[in-house]
């Protein structure tokens, strides 16, 4: 699978540095009315902002299933030289490190290598540290992927000095550490956890992190601009945050080393926007879907909520619901660089926001993103009306009270659709729809879960008369 880079030269100022052929699909989202428009909304005040607080660069990507419809660079890779942002810039993608990190941990449990609750001793025989409390579990690799094991989030002070450990150092260092909580305590974010993972990919791929990433992610999805702790001719310049004086400091390029696992990747806009079309496909593992459909969802999923209930973990992935919709996604910063990667499932649609410098806040541009041209391509890319099933009048017939042993349902005609209700619920509530299929079938559709929804329902009519309704198994008659 190759994603396609679409340029507008119109609307962008900063053309795409390579053009290949563009898909009739991906042109037509981005020759949509509305898509256009956001764009040059979007495009308007991202530019403001580079002005107004002093921004080097960003580079932005909008993806919808398996085409990236836009993408697109603002301001400067490097200041000094006058190199413009492009695309197809490269950027340390820090934490974003640990995406791959944990689709590399679950490869290996496809392959039956590994299981996620296996106790990290297993692998990691010198994996020793002060508990919290003495009768706690020993730590699993779930724990490490979700942020649950209760561990320091760093090994030693490399942030403050760039000076990251070597594996050797970090062997050293772990039995130093003592574990703020217990496991599963609390959700509790760890640059040290993740790097014990990718010891483990190591241990039992029998490669070095970056050459398993290179065989079985980078390659598989044509990620050629990626890489692990390399300086990059590539790369942008990494700067500072302003300081009072409007000043800006040029950050070296640092090697995370022993850390590479949670912190190292190095990618572009069109790398992680084949790395997000990755997380929409379905079917078994092969070619470039780096894992199984069941593998995405447990990854997508959250197993471990942050205390607040505000937010929550899958594996690799965080997990945000805001405004009624729920993304999934990861961030990253690094000196000189932060970064964003925001996806939305259900509607196929990523964001990716990097930036070279640490006080652009990428995660702020992403929702921006996300609810201009993101929004705009989503509803672009929906399935038309046309395609659903149309109201039929007849339908009207079903309406009225059905009544069980576990009470009564109404149905209801609510503007050309059938819905069902309590009527003797204490509030109304959301109504649960009855999506038609045909046949006069339907499905319970809500926006919340229940043991009905999702079944089939339908009407049993004797002499031109409905006298029951059946949802999944279960039956309610028709009351005269």
Request: aromatic letters at 8%.
């Amino acid at each position: 699978m190759t994603i396609t880079k679409i340029t507008r030269c119109a609307l962008i100022v900063s053309c795409l540095s390579t053009l290949t052929t563009i898909p009739l699909h991906a042109q037509q989202l981005a020759d949509d009315a509305e898509v256009t428009a956001q764009i040059g909304l979007f495009s308007a005040w991202l530019d403001g902002q580079l002005e107004i607080r002093g921004l080097p660069g960003v580079a932005v990507g909008v993806v919808s299933d398996q085409e990236l419809v836009w993408a697109k660079g603002f301001g400067h890779a490097d200041i000094e030289a006058d190199r413009h942002m492009q695309p197809d810039t490269r950027f340390r993608m820090a934490s974003h490190s640990k995406l791959f990190t944990a689709t590399a941990i679950m490869q290996l449990r496809e392959q039956n290598k590994l299981r996620l609750d296996d106790p990290v001793t297993e692998y990691l025989p010198w994996f020793e540290f002060e508990q919290a409390s003495p009768d706690d579990p020993l730590v699993t690799i779930e724990h490490l992927l979700t942020h649950s094991s209760g561990l320091p989030r760093e090994a030693g002070s490399h942030w403050t000095d760039f000076d990251f450990p070597t594996a050797s150092e970090l062997r050293g260092l772990i039995s130093e550490r003592q574990a703020p909580f217990s496991p599963e305590v609390r959700w509790k974010y760890s640059n040290l956890a993740y790097t014990i993972a990718g010891m483990i990919v190591e241990e039992v791929s029998g490669l070095s992190w970056a050459d398993y990433l290179q065989q079985n992610i980078f390659a598989p999805l044509g990620m050629s601009a990626s890489s692990v702790d390399k300086d990059d001719p590539g790369l942008a310049t990494g700067y500072g945050i302003r300081m009072p004086d409007g000043s800006r400091s040029v950050m070296p390029f640092v090697d995370a080393r022993g850390m590479a696992a949670a912190t190292g990747l190095t990618s572009t806009v069109e790398d992680m926007a084949r790395f997000v079309s990755a997380q929409f496909r379905k079917g078994a593992r092969g070619d470039d879907r780096l894992l199984s459909t069941a593998s995405l969802r447990e990854m997508h999923r959250v197993r471990m909520l942050e205390t607040t209930w505000t937010s929550g973990q899958g594996i690799g992935f965080s997990v945000q619901r805001s405004d009624g919709k729920l993304t999934i996604g990861h961030g990253g910063g690094y000196p000189g660089y932060t970064t964003s990667t925001t996806i939305q499932l259900d509607s196929k649609i990523g964001i990716i926001v990097l930036t070279n410098t640490n006080d652009s806040n990428p995660a702020q541009i992403a929702r921006q993103l996300m609810s201009t041209v993101g929004e705009a391509v989503a509803k672009a890319a929906a399935p038309k009306k046309e395609d659903k099933i149309e109201w039929d009048p007849r339908w009207q017939r079903f309406a009225g009270r059905y009544r069980s042993n576990n009470g009564d349902r109404q149905v209801l005609v609510m503007n050309e659709k059938l819905v069902t209700i309590n009527p003797w619920s204490t509030s109304i509530g959301e109504p649960t729809e009855l999506e038609p299929l045909g046949d006069d079938l339907f499905r319970m559709t809500a926006p919340t879960g229940g043991g009905p929804v999702g079944e089939i329902v339908r009407f049993v009519e004797e002499d031109g008369m409905v006298t029951r309704m059946y949802t999944g198994d279960s039956y309610s008659d028709r009351l005269p």
